[in-house]
């Protein structure tokens, strides 16, 4: 993971390359790119579909926690992870 | 075959035309011998095949795909079953106009080739005049707002230049940058001495793509695929034989890679004559190099078996006649100096190629 953390005022959306999508077989989210493809857990897949530019991080973390009825702070850590880490791999971009 | 064996990608070798003629083209050597046979009604059927055995990806190769007039219904179909297309053109022959009918059908992305950041060098290697219609095409594809990949096959004539290809790639604001060194199979094995760098050239080439990989990171993905010449161990080709990939030739061959047909005694199926679905469960030639029970010593003991499947069966064929051999890329194999000595005769070439031989449709 990587040591920086995104602000919670960034909002992400989906670098234009993406595109994501249900897989029939696995009945699994997957964010298919040029050549390759991501196999997304439940949690990823949720993230991903509040990525759309409009929402701050903030707003996404509290709207999975009502979602999933989770701790908002132990969401905290996973999405910003994950959120990074497509950041770094450019697959999420912040809006402008 | 496994359950791990999933169809995600279907590759669309929709022709074996192309107005280039490079040097390193991956397309069999005899071009003439497969012909467009398949029509687009054919090429829907197969999509559909595709998407029902599991494939989310569609390249849509050649060849020069867009010599296919029907390529915007193609595109069409493809969108219509959810796919994510890719393009990968050589950008020759389009129009802006034609690239915008392209992206209203639902393409996902273009894939464009340029052969050098140099014009003289880059048109050279196309065998014609080409550079500056490619990067007229990479501006209206960046226009468009489609995403684009910019690949270069890299080799001895351009490895030097690949600070210039990366600043290139910039300053098009390409999403992807693939350096793709030259696999030496098909067209580029007949020009391997021309075109098969040194270890020093490599390595310097490949700083630099690691320091524009960090510099750029989040903006364009830059990718460096080392030429297994140069590997310790070889490739997991394909991902493994029939594990990922389905690819359909020009004449409709459904093949599990791109030279598998010019592998001896093994008799591929035509997508005219058999469902895709029963071709990749069920034909003998997508088993024949399936799990492990065909590997040779020393890949049947290997603790890499499961990594690298033994490497290319068409590299093992073409180097050692024996399809079923260890990829002599693999310093193991017992047959590695014939990568060793190809490397030795690459230098004693001079730099300026002499007697290329350029992609050519013979009867």
């Known amino acids: ?96 | 075959m496994s359950t791990e064996d999933r169809l995600y990608t279907l590759i669309a070798e929709l022709t074996y035309l192309c107005p280039l003629r490079c040097v390193y083209c991956s397309n069999p050597t005899d071009l003439a011998a497969h012909p467009d046979r398949l029509s687009t009604t054919d090429w829907l059927r197969v999509f559909k095949q595709a998407a029902e055995l599991g494939a989310l990806q569609l390249n849509l190769s050649g060849g020069e795909p867009l010599l296919r007039r029907d390529l915007e219904e193609l595109v069409a179909g493809a969108h219509a079953l959810d796919f994510y297309s890719n393009l990968i053109t050589s950008g020759l022959p389009l129009t802006r106009e034609r690239l915008v009918r392209l992206k209203t059908a639902g393409l996902s992305s273009v894939q464009l080739s340029i052969q050098d950041s140099d014009p003289g060098p880059s048109d050279r290697l196309a065998g014609r005049e080409s550079f500056e219609q490619k990067l007229e095409v990479a501006r209206w594809v960046k226009e468009l707002e489609l995403p684009l990949t910019l690949n270069v096959v890299l080799h001895r004539q351009n490895l030097a230049r690949v600070a210039e290809i990366i600043a290139l790639a910039e300053s098009l604001s390409v999403d992807r940058l693939e350096l793709a060194n030259t696999q030496y199979l098909a067209w580029a094995l007949e020009n391997r001495s021309a075109l098969l760098p040194s270890q020093a050239e490599l390595d310097a080439a490949r700083e630099i793509a690691k320091a524009a990989k960090v510099r750029l990171k989040g903006k364009i993905e830059v990718l460096f695929v080392l030429p297994d010449y140069y590997s310790d161990r070889p490739k997991a080709c394909m991902s493994g034989w029939g594990k990922r990939y389905l690819l359909v030739s020009p004449d409709g061959l459904a093949l599990p890679c791109h030279l598998a047909h010019t592998l001896p005694g093994l008799s591929f199926d035509n997508v005219q004559d058999r469902p895709l679905d029963d071709i990749w469960h069920h034909s003998a030639a997508f088993a024949a190099f399936r799990g492990e029970a065909w590997m040779p010593e020393p890949c049947k003991s290997c603790d890499r078996r499961e990594l690298d499947f033994g490497g290319c069966r068409c590299q093992a064929f073409h180097l050692t006649g024996n399809a079923a051999a260890t990829d002599p890329a693999c310093t193991l194999s017992p047959q590695h100096a014939l990568i060793t000595e190809a490397r030795v005769a690459a230098r004693a070439t001079p730099l300026i190629p002499l007697g290329l031989r350029y992609r050519e449709f013979r009867r």
């Open chain 1, 1 to 96: 993971m990587s040591a920086e953390a995104p602000s919670l005022e960034l909002r992400p959306k989906l670098a234009p390359k993406c595109k994501l999508r249900l897989d029939p077989k696995t009945a699994k989210y997957i964010l298919l790119y040029p050549e390759k493809g991501l196999l997304l857990n439940a949690t990823g897949a949720a993230i991903l579909k509040h990525c759309d530019g409009t929402q701050s991080l903030s707003a996404i973390i509290a709207a999975l926690a009502v979602e999933f009825q989770s701790n908002s702070d132990v969401l905290r850590v996973e999405v910003l992870g994950f959120v990074q880490g497509l950041l770094d791999r450019g697959l999420l971009q912040a809006a402008p």
